[in-house]
């Protein structure tokens, strides 16, 4: 991959299959459930400086 300037923006793609996607119910469960999910990423939890979502169907 070549160098990217600072301020510059690139496409990103990842599959996260639902092993990768844990959660539990109130039975302590793993489950998968479906509905759209919001990931965010920052230097800290204040600093969020990427936003993206995925649909779990």
């Not at 759209?36 to 993206?52: C, N, P, Q, V, Y």
Request: with cysteine; glycine share 8%.
């Amino acid at each position: 991959m070549g160098k990217t300037l600072a301020g510059s923006t690139l496409p990103m793609k990842e599959r996260l299959p639902p092993k990768r996607q844990p959660l539990f119910n109130a039975q302590m469960e793993e489950v998968t459930e479906p509905g759209e999910f919001t990931i965010m990423i920052g230097a800290a939890s204040s600093d969020i400086r990427l936003r993206g979502s995925f649909l779990c169907p």
